[in-house]
């Protein structure tokens, strides 16, 4: 594939839920393809299905089904057909098919970024439990990509142009949070953010917010400690880290009162903590990012919506948001590792010139 313009892979997610209708609607407009090279993984077939249950749209948008990511032209909407020739379609139901389709369509999708043949990926929403039933060992595309590609800690980060929320416990029920609470995975999730938020947003010195576990902060030991004994003294050693973390906060009066206006960042402790208020505040244009992944990855902020499914309602925008998103991100890393990279070069020649011997010129001890 010739690689002058970045190449965003995009996997289908569930083919009966909306994932379909919001890739085309989001590359529906042509001057995207100057911006980007997109290769969707999934079906022509399933492609071609939803685009005419769409109306007002360019019914000659220029597609190119490819069976391979090498064969991927330039200012085309290329089609891996990864998926068996009689894929069927269902939409609004959660079927066996869909959701092995989705598991095909994400390998296929991952396998080609880890040999470089990507430099984005956008996922469209999954089925979880239906996957789980189809042999999918995780519980969502976020613990599946931090043990695809080896990483070492991630975090979920909820991205729109006016708040970003990240969370400490991610897809685990209610009750197993209070033991997973600890100092320090609090401590690790808040050294990712920084590093993220350097890195992906360009925020040189990052505030970041850290809410509380129970109400009220726990009112002082009345309705539990946690704030007291783990996530004060983990925001503490987080301070004495150099990063600038502060709270705990309780979370209906920092976002009821709009706090979270004042930080870079907020750390939420569990899932629905941070996401409730994120959608509330964000959910037309929020977008899921996973930060600690040595590639780059978004998805919409939303789900399969199956009840909308093939009937031309689906709102695009948190689609198109995950992709420019993922398109910025990639350029703001490039610029920062290349900044970096930099600094360490004049060190390294300000090290060798304050050495004995000719100027410039390493010297080997």
């Known amino acids: 594939m010739n690689k002058d313009k970045l190449s965003v892979g995009?996997?289908?997610g569930d083919g009966n839920g909306i994932g379909y209708e919001i890739i085309i609607k989001a590359l529906a407009d042509p001057r995207i393809l100057d911006a980007f090279t997109p290769v969707i993984y999934g079906s022509s077939k399933v492609f071609g299905f939803y685009k005419k249950t769409i109306h007002n749209i360019e019914q000659q948008m220029d597609t190119y089904v490819i069976n391979n990511i090498d064969e991927a032209r330039p200012k085309k909407i290329n089609i891996v057909n990864c998926l068996p020739e009689n894929v069927y379609v269902e939409p609004g139901q959660s079927t066996p098919e869909s959701a092995k389709s989705a598991i095909i369509s994400l390998d296929c999708a991952c396998e080609d970024l880890?040999?470089?043949?990507?430099?984005?990926?956008?996922?469209?929403?999954?089925?979880?439990?239906?996957?789980?039933?189809?042999?999918f060992q995780y519980t969502g595309h976020t613990e599946y990509l931090k043990d695809k590609f080896d990483a070492e800690e991630v975090a979920m980060i909820m991205?729109?142009?006016t708040i970003k929320v990240g969370v400490v416990t991610g897809h685990i029920p209610l009750k197993d949070v209070p033991a997973a609470i600890t100092g320090e995975i609090i401590l690790k999730k808040l050294r990712l953010i920084k590093k993220s938020l350097q890195r992906d947003f360009r925020i040189d010195e990052p505030k970041i917010a850290v809410l509380g576990l129970n109400p009220h902060c726990g009112d002082g030991g009345l309705l539990g400690d946690e704030e007291r004994d783990i996530i004060l003294p983990a925001i503490e050693a987080a301070n004495k880290e150099g990063i600038a973390a502060f709270g705990p906060y309780s979370p209906d009066g920092y976002f009821g009162m709009h706090h979270y206006n004042?930080?870079?960042a907020t750390l939420a402790?569990?899932?629905?903590?941070?996401?409730a208020p994120f959608k509330a505040l964000s959910f037309s244009s929020g977008v899921n990012f996973t930060a600690g992944l040595p590639i780059i990855r978004t998805s919409p902020d939303h789900g399969t919506?199956?009840?909308m499914a093939g009937k031309d309602g689906a709102d695009p925008q948190s689609m198109i948001s995950a992709i420019y998103t993922a398109v910025d991100i990639y350029k703001r890393r490039a610029e920062y590792d290349e900044i970096q990279a930099g600094k360490?070069?004049?060190?390294?020649?300000?090290a060798n010139e304050q050495k004995p011997g000719r100027p410039g010129k390493p010297q080997i001890e």
Do not use: C
């Open 269 to 275: 402790m569990y899932h629905d903590q941070g996401l």
């Open 10 to 12: 995009i996997t289908q």
């Open 305 to 307: 919506a199956y009840e």
């Open 159 to 161: 991205v729109s142009d």
């Open 262 to 264: 004042r930080f870079d």
């Open 344 to 350: 360490m070069d004049e060190r390294f020649n300000r």
């Open 114 to 135: 880890k040999k470089g043949k990507l430099d984005v990926l956008v996922t469209a929403p999954i089925n979880k439990r239906a996957m789980n039933k189809e042999g």
